[in-house]
Structure formats: structure tokens, C-alpha cells
């Protein structure tokens, strides 16, 4: 079961219907989730009964559609539209994904499209990822490396050390990982969560990183990493087709290692 963070005693109620142009044969509603800080309103669901025949063949074609066409006062993130960028992170039929790579004809029944869970939401489909962004950065997501580079010259890999990132280099921070955690949504203030450190790992497995038992150190911590379960959650939902899970027990092996 999929939780949204709503102000406190509120629930989420009906909203307004948009219906359809006269004449559309092909329609479909999409059931979307609306909240604004500058309304004194609990959060509702309002209805879009779209004409597909009038748009694209991605969820994000009928948002960017509702937002031109039909409701201006629709509120969410979007940039390149081809999946490397992660802005249209949502939760989309019960499913944390990406809204430009999620098809329309995939979805049964009414579209029903929410934030990603338990993170605060700042307005409609748009989560505060302040949080989130603190904890990337505090696992230092840059080579770290006490060697000078070669004069005029790259900091050279085999084949070999360089296939060992793969997996890892094509994550896009979308978040969408982090946001299915329940590992996450209860201990969210502590524990990283998948994205994060998947990026973790991504600098510790990097051949040309000297730093690896500082990172190693720093993410020895029972909430940090530890809080992680397994649950799978993260790998099933990346849009990517990561293994985040896989990442992370990577870790918790080298910390072993470590301490044999």
C-alpha cells in the first residue's frame, strides 16, 4: 500500500471533473492529485477526461496537454521528456516511475497519478527533494583522489574496472527508488535510502577513487545503510532498470570484509 505525507487529519477528497471535448470517442480520465499551500484546502483528486486521440502516447504528452489545453493551474516537473533526467518522477497507477517513459496504453482503467510517497509535497505533483539532495551530498559524489591526474592526460581505466561501474553511472536521481523504500519512509531522516547509496557505491567500486575506506567509514552506521531490509522495492521500480539492492549489499559485504 502506497502512503502520501498529507497535512496533519486531512484527507484526500473529490475534486473537479474535466470532461472531454464533444465528439471524442477515445477517452480516458486521469484521476490526478491536487494540493496548493495557498489554499487553506485539504488535498483532492480532480478528473481529466482526456481525447488520446488528441495527444501523445506517454503519460507526461497528457499532463503537458491538461496543463496547455485544459488546467493551467497544473503543477509538475518536466524537462528532457527522453528519461535521462528524472524530473517527471511520480507515482503513476500505484507505480513510483517515470511519466515521459510510462505509456499511456499500459495503464487499465482510469490513470490515477500522485506524488512520489512520503516525501513533502510542494504543490500538485511536485515533492520537496531538499532532503533527499542533503543526503547525496554528504556521501560526497565526486572522485576523491590524493594523486595527481598524469600531466596532459586522463586518469586512465582497464575494460575491466570501467564495466565494474556499469549499473551504477546511468542512474538519473529521479528518486524514484528512494521513494518505494518503506525502509525509507519510516527512517528517512537517517537512513540514505537506494538512490543515494547507489551513488555511494558507484565512487567506491571507481578504480581511480583513493577513498574508498573513508566512504566505507562513513556509511558504517546501524541507520545509514543498516536500516535497508531487502525488501526489493527499489530494484523492481527504477525506470532504468538498476539494481540498487544489489548496490547496496555490495556494501554491506565490504564492510565485512573489512572487519574479518
Not at 502520501?4 to 475534486?15: A, C, M, W
Not at 556509511?219 to 525506470?239: G, S, V
Not at 559485504?253 to 572487519?259: P, T
Request: aromatic fraction near 8%; hydrophobic fraction near 35%.
Amino acid at each position: 500500500m502506497v502512503e502520501f505525507r498529507l497535512p496533519k487529519n486531512s484527507t484526500v477528497g473529490k475534486g473537479r471533473i474535466f470532461t472531454a471535448p464533444t465528439g471524442a470517442t477515445n477517452v480516458k480520465n486521469f484521476r490526478i492529485y491536487r494540493w496548493s499551500p495557498d489554499d487553506d484546502k485539504n488535498p483532492v483528486v480532480d478528473t481529466y477526461e482526456i481525447d488520446l486521440d488528441k495527444i501523445g502516447p506517454m503519460v507526461l504528452d497528457a499532463l503537458i496537454h491538461i496543463k496547455n489545453d485544459v488546467d493551467s493551474t497544473l503543477t509538475f516537473r518536466r524537462s528532457c521528456r527522453e528519461g535521462i533526467c528524472g524530473s517527471c518522477a511520480m507515482n503513476i497507477a500505484g507505480e513510483n516511475t517515470l511519466a515521459c517513459l510510462k505509456p499511456i496504453r499500459d495503464i487499465q482503467g482510469d490513470v490515477a497519478i500522485y506524488p512520489l510517497p512520503h516525501m513533502p509535497v510542494i504543490k500538485d505533483l511536485v515533492p520537496d527533494l531538499d532532503g533527499a539532495y542533503a543526503q547525496l551530498r554528504s556521501i560526497e559524489p565526486w572522485l576523491k583522489s590524493d594523486t595527481l591526474p598524469p600531466p596532459d592526460a586522463e586518469r586512465r581505466q582497464s575494460i575491466e574496472e570501467r564495466a565494474e561501474l556499469d549499473g551504477m553511472w546511468e542512474c538519473i536521481l529521479c528518486f524514484c527508488c528512494s521513494t518505494s523504500c518503506p525502509s525509507y519512509w519510516w527512517n528517512g531522516d537517517r537512513y540514505l535510502g537506494p538512490a543515494t547509496l547507489l551513488a555511494a557505491y558507484r565512487w567506491i567500486a571507481d578504480s581511480r577513487d583513493e577513498h574508498a575506506g573513508d566512504r566505507l567509514d562513513a556509511l558504517e552506521d546501524p541507520l545509514k545503510l543498516y536500516a535497508c531490509r531487502t525488501i526489493m522495492n527499489c530494484t523492481q521500480t527504477c525506470p532504468k532498470g538498476l539494481n540498487p539492492a544489489r548496490a547496496i549489499g555490495r556494501i554491506k559485504e565490504l564492510q565485512l570484509e573489512r572487519k574479518a
